[in-house]
């Protein structure tokens, strides 16, 4: 957050807070909803406060358990609207409501896969924090710059702009540590690890990838929350993927089955759509380190499971599983030896390496290698 909301909010907006910090986030939803009613009612009396509540619904929507980020956005375009008005604008609040809302914006777009749009309303962001910083520098959370560039640098990440994200992921950790605030932000810090070891694997720098993610899952293993149980798979699956593509297969298939050990301990076997979603990127590492080695039956097996979640998830959020769901069919294909796969691949393979040059590079010229190899029947 770019600053504490509790400092505007009143007793029920503070207890719907306390709610969703215990994550009762359904139960500070239903108090956020009856407060957004009666602020509304106040007219220009009530519009901070409505504003504020607003971005808490839709921080609350965004990160729940089943999260509705679909939702969320709705509430933000309220929340915006409500920010426009006269009351708001006219307000010594407006710039810190605003670099709130777009610092919201940036998050949810991100996780529904608008790359472009989440570095726009970022950027928003910025401009308003640094506004703030001369103007009014007492109003600002110590790190409230830190979820601001974590923002941008995951979406230049996500529009292939890779090398260009290090700075601002680099940025954050540093101004998270430098506040003393590290150890209190224990998740975001290593979520900003995580995504520096892929952009640096992306790059080619597979030492400082694996350092990266080596630190994320030393910090992770410490934590008992769930957040952090979560954020430790996914460095590992990560870092599967970087030892993979140093040739250490042996520990790159230890390190993903720890993923799916840490799985299974947090959330037990997959039943919901949200815990099914979470196992797509460990089966497909999974799927692409026994392919490596030659497994290709357990490999194709591993692929498999993949595929119907990833294509479950892509029906819902399409840009956000692009990538993923084009690795998958690749895999299946190259297991295989399967036509109809490669060609999938392939062909998403080639938009997404048109829309955002570089980040699927290593993807496409193995999808077209083995369209090439079936095709001409050297398969």
Request: proline content about 3%; charged content about 25%; overall charge negative.
């Amino acid at each position: 957050m770019v600053c504490e909301a509790g400092g505007v909010g009143q007793d029920p907006l503070s207890q719907a807070q306390r709610l969703a910090a215990a994550g009762e986030h359904e139960a500070a939803l239903r108090l956020a909803r009856e407060l957004e009613a009666e602020y509304a009612a106040q007219g220009d009396d009530g519009v901070n406060l409505l504003l504020w509540v607003r971005l808490s619904m839709a921080r609350w929507l965004a990160v729940q358990e089943r999260p509705d980020r679909r939702a969320a956005l709705a509430v933000l375009d309220a929340a915006e609207q409500t920010w426009r008005s006269p009351a708001v604008q006219g307000s010594e609040m407006v710039h810190l409501l605003g670099a709130e809302l777009m610092s919201l914006r940036s998050f949810v777009l991100r996780q529904l896969g608008y790359a472009a749009e989440s570095l726009a309303a970022g950027e928003q962001a910025l401009a308003f924090f640094t506004e703030l910083e001369q103007d009014a520098p007492e109003m600002l959370s110590a790190v409230g710059r830190v979820p601001l560039l974590l923002n941008r640098g995951a979406a230049l990440a996500d529009l292939g702009r890779t090398a260009e994200s290090l700075a601002p992921l680099a940025q954050a950790l540093a101004a998270l540590r430098e506040a003393g605030a590290a150890a209190v932000h224990r998740d975001v810090e290593i979520e900003l690890l995580v995504l520096q070891g892929t952009s640096l694997t992306l790059l080619g720098r597979f030492a400082e990838a694996g350092a990266a993610e080596a630190e994320a899952i030393a910090f992770a293993r410490k934590e008992s929350g769930r957040a952090a149980r979560h954020l430790l798979a996914t460095a590992l699956t990560n870092h599967a993927t970087t030892l993979t593509r140093v040739r250490q297969y042996d520990e790159a298939l230890g390190t993903v089955h720890e993923a799916m050990a840490v799985l299974r301990e947090t959330d037990g076997e997959p039943v919901t759509a949200v815990q099914r979603r979470r196992w797509g990127l460990p089966l497909s590492t999974e799927a692409e380190v026994l392919l490596a080695v030659g497994r290709r039956e357990d490999a194709a097996r591993a692929a498999r499971r993949a595929e119907p979640v990833l294509r479950e998830y892509a029906a819902e959020v399409p840009l956000l599983v692009a990538g993923s769901l084009a690795n998958v069919c690749l895999l299946i294909g190259e297991a295989e030896d399967d036509k109809a796969y490669a060609d999938e691949a392939l062909e998403r393979l080639t938009e997404l390496n048109e829309r955002f040059p570089g980040r699927y590079e290593y993807w496409w010229r193995r999808a077209r290698d083995l369209v090439e190899r079936l095709h001409s029947g050297a398969g």
